[in-house]
C-alpha cells in the first residue's frame, strides 16, 4: 500500500498553494506550518514572505484565507498576530487518515525514495575482555539505528568491529605456550558457556599480563611472537582463533541477554582488514595525502594542533613499521564504499574518540574515498554514569560488569511485575520481568540524546510512573486488556462522530508517526522517536482517564474508540520494537 500523507502534509500542501495563489511571484512558498497550543497547526510563513514582497502581513494573510481549499480536511482557520494562521482539522478528516494508517501494515509510514547502502558500525566488545557499562551504549544505539533505518527501507550492513588484534595476543599467546597445561578449562572439547569461557580468558589474560610486566625475557618472546601472528604463523594463529572463538561465546550470550541478534558474518574485527593495511599506506604516500615524518607516515591537519601549538598528525604506519588503528580504519573504509557499496558510513562510537575519527574521515576524503556521494558520520554518545553523576564504577572502583548490570535489572524488573501481576505463572513473570528489565535499560539510554550523558538508575528505569520503558510496556498491556474485554465489539473507524479534546489530541499524535520516523532516521536520531512514544503513551493515559471505551455512549462511539486504542497499541508495538523493546500483552 501507498504511504499515506499526514494530516500535517495536506494542511501544508493547500496553505502553499493558497500562497502563490495570492503572491504568484513568490514561486513555491513555504508556510511554515507547526503543530500549535492555540489550534490544530499554525503557519508563520506569511509575515517573511510579505516582507519580501513589501505587503501588508494581515492583509496577505486574509488574501490567503480566502484562497485557501479547505477540501472537507480544513474545519476553520483564524488570521491571529502579524499574520500568522491558526487551522484547526475536521474530526471527519482526523479519523478518516487514521483508517487509511490502519489498513496498512506499515501503519501508512513511507519508504524512502532515496533511500541507499548504509554500513553502520556498532557493538564493538574486545576479544579476551570482558564487556563492561561502557559497551551498552554503542550495542544499544546502534541496533535501534539499524531497525529505523531498515525501517524506512534503507539497505543496512550491520558491521561489529571487533578488537581482535595487536600486542596483547603475542602476550597472550606466548603465555599459553609456555603453559599448555592451562589451555582446556573443562577437560576436552566439551563447550564452556558464555560467562566460563571469559572467565577462562580473564585469567589467562591476568597470568600472562603479570609475567609480562615482572618477565623481560618473557617480554621479548611476547613481542616476537606477535610478529609471528601478523606473519601468519599456523601455530600461532590456531591459538589467537582458539581466543577469538572464546571470546564469541561470551559476546553472544551478552548481546542474547541484551535481547539483541549478533550475527557471525557481521563480525568482522581488526584482523578482517589486515590484508589491506600495506596497499592503504602505498596509496596514502603516493597520493601525497600521507608524508613521512621521523620514519612514521602520518597526515597532517592545519586544525589540530597539540597543546605545543605543533600540528598532531594522525599516523598511519609507525616508524617500527607497525599499523594503528588509523591504518585499520582506513582499510574499512575502502572496504565499506569500494567491496560493500555504501553511501553512508556511521560509526557509533564513544564521544572521546571524536577527534580520531575527524581525522580519519578527512583523511579518506583527501584521498578520494570519501566524497558527496558517499558520506561518514560518526554517531558519538556520552558516557553512561553513577547516581552521583560521576563515570560508573563499582564500589572497588572498578568497571561496572555489563552482565551484572542487565542481571540486576531484570531482577528488579521480575520484582515490580510480580508485585502487579494479576494472573501470571512464575514462568511468565521471569519472561516479562526478561523485557522489562532489558527494555528499561534500553530505553533510558535511547531517550536520552546520544550525545549526552545520563545517570543509571535502576530505581527510576523500572519505575511505572515517568518517561520509562515500563510506562509504555503497561499502557500497551492496558490496551490489550481493553481489547480482550470488549466482547462482540470490534475496532471501527467512525469519522462522522464528534471527537472529545483529548481523542483528538491522541488522533493528531498517532498521524505524525511517519513524520517522526523519517526525522528520526534522517537525524540518527532514536532518541526523537523515544520521546514521541512517551507522548503518545502520555497521550492515551489522558484520553483513557477521561473518555470510557466499552462504556461509551453508543455503539458506534465504542468502536470508535477501540479503533483508537488499537491503532495506539499497533504504533507503540512498532515504535518499541524500532528501538529493540518488546511489549508484552499482559503484565
Not at 605545543?308 to 617500527?320: A, F, R, Y
Request: glycine share 8%; proline share 3%.
Amino acid at each position: 500500500m501507498a504511504s499515506v500523507p499526514s494530516l500535517a502534509s495536506s494542511v501544508e500542501q493547500r496553505v502553499s498553494d493558497a500562497l502563490v495563489s495570492a503572491l504568484p511571484e513568490a514561486g513555491a512558498a513555504d508556510p511554515l506550518l507547526r503543530r500549535s497550543d492555540r489550534a490544530d497547526f499554525q503557519a508563520n510563513g506569511i509575515l517573511a514572505l510579505a516582507k519580501k514582497a513589501k505587503a501588508n502581513p494581515r492583509e496577505l494573510a486574509a488574501t490567503v484565507l480566502e484562497g485557501l481549499d479547505k477540501g472537507g480536511v480544513i474545519k476553520d482557520v483564524e488570521v491571529s498576530g502579524p499574520g500568522f494562521l491558526n487551522i484547526t482539522v475536521s474530526d471527519e478528516a482526523i479519523i478518516r487518515t487514521l483508517a487509511a494508517r490502519a489498513a496498512d501494515d506499515r501503519l501508512g509510514v513511507a519508504l524512502n525514495a532515496s533511500a541507499g547502502t548504509t554500513v553502520i558500525d556498532y557493538a564493538q566488545p574486545n576479544v579476551a575482555k570482558e564487556m563492561h557499562v561502557g559497551h551498552l551504549r554503542s550495542a544499544v544505539i546502534g541496533a535501534a539505528m539499524v531497525e529505523i533505518l531498515e525501517f524506512t527501507g534503507e539497505k543496512v550492513i550491520r558491521r561489529h568491529h571487533i578488537g581482535d588484534w595487536g600486542t596483547q595476543f603475542g602476550m597472550l599467546i606466548q603465555y599459553l605456550l609456555e603453559h599448555p597445561h592451562e589451555l582446556d578449562h573443562k577437560g576436552g572439547d566439551e563447550e564452556a558457556s558464555g560467562e566460563e569461557a571469559m572467565s577462562n580468558l580473564n585469567r589467562l589474560y591476568k597470568a600472562s599480563r603479570a609475567l609480562f610486566d615482572s618477565d623481560e625475557e618473557f617480554k621479548t618472546r611476547a613481542r616476537a611472537r606477535v610478529v609471528d601472528l601478523q606473519a601468519g604463523d599456523p601455530q600461532t594463529l590456531e591459538l589467537w582463533q582458539r581466543f577469538v572463538d572464546e571470546s564469541k561465546i561470551y559476546f553472544y550470550s551478552v548481546f542474547n541477554k541484551l535481547d539483541m541478534d549478533i550475527q557471525d558474518p557481521d563480525v568482522v574485527g581488526e584482523s578482517g582488514y589486515n590484508d589491506m593495511l600495506v596497499e592503504t599506506c602505498k596509496l596514502l604516500e603516493e597520493s601525497g595525502v600521507a608524508v613521512r615524518s621521523n620514519g612514521a607516515l602520518c597526515v597532517f591537519f592545519d586544525e589540530y594542533k597539540g597543546p605545543d601549538g605543533n600540528p598532531t598528525p594522525l599516523i598511519v604506519q609507525k616508524s617500527d613499521g607497525g599499523f594503528g588503528y588509523a591504518a585499520t580504519d582506513l582499510s574499512a573504509i575502502r572496504n565499506r564504499v569500494t567491496d560493500l557499496a555504501a553511501t553512508s558510513l556511521i560509526y557509533v562510537v564513544d564521544a572521546r574518540q571524536s577527534l580520531h575519527f575527524k581525522m580519519v574521515f578527512e583523511t579518506a576524503r583527501r584521498a578520494g574515498w570519501l566524497n558527496d556521494e558517499v558520506k561518514a558520520v560518526q554517531l558519538a554518545f556520552g558516557t553512561v554514569l553513577g547516581k552521583d553523576g560521576k563515570p560508573f564504577k563499582t564500589r572497588e572502583g572498578e568497571t561496572v560488569r555489563l552482565v551484572d548490570l542487565l542481571d540486576e535489572a531484570v531482577d528488579r524488573a521480575a520484582a515490580v511485575v510480580r508485585e502487579k501481576a494479576q494472573d501470571l505463572t512464575e514462568e511468565e513473570i521471569a519472561e516479562r520481568g526478561a523485557q522489562v528489565g532489558i527494555g528499561a535499560v534500553k530505553y533510558a539510554d535511547l531517550s536520552t540524546s546520544a550525545s549526552r550523558d545520563y545517570k543509571f538508575d535502576l530505581d527510576q528505569m523500572v519505575s511505572l510512573t515517568g518517561d520509562t520503558s515500563v510506562y509504555l510496556q503497561y499502557a500497551y498491556a492496558r490496551i490489550q486488556s481493553i481489547l480482550r474485554k470488549a466482547g462482540e465489539a470490534r475496532p471501527a473507524a467512525h469519522p462522522e462522530l464528534e471527537l472529545t479534546a483529548s481523542e483528538r489530541a491522541l488522533g493528531l499524535h498517532l498521524d505524525g508517526f511517519g513524520a517522526l520516523i523519517a526525522e528520526a532516521a534522517a537525524e540518527y536520531a532514536p532518541h526523537k522517536l523515544a520521546a514521541y512514544l512517551y507522548q503518545l503513551a502520555s497521550l492515551y493515559t489522558t484520553f483513557y482517564a477521561e473518555c470510557p471505551v466499552l462504556k461509551a455512549d453508543t455503539p458506534g462511539q465504542v468502536e470508535n474508540r477501540l479503533f483508537l486504542c488499537d491503532l495506539t497499541a499497533r504504533t507503540l508495538t512498532k515504535g518499541m520494537a524500532l528501538l529493540g523493546i518488546r511489549t508484552p500483552e499482559k503484565l
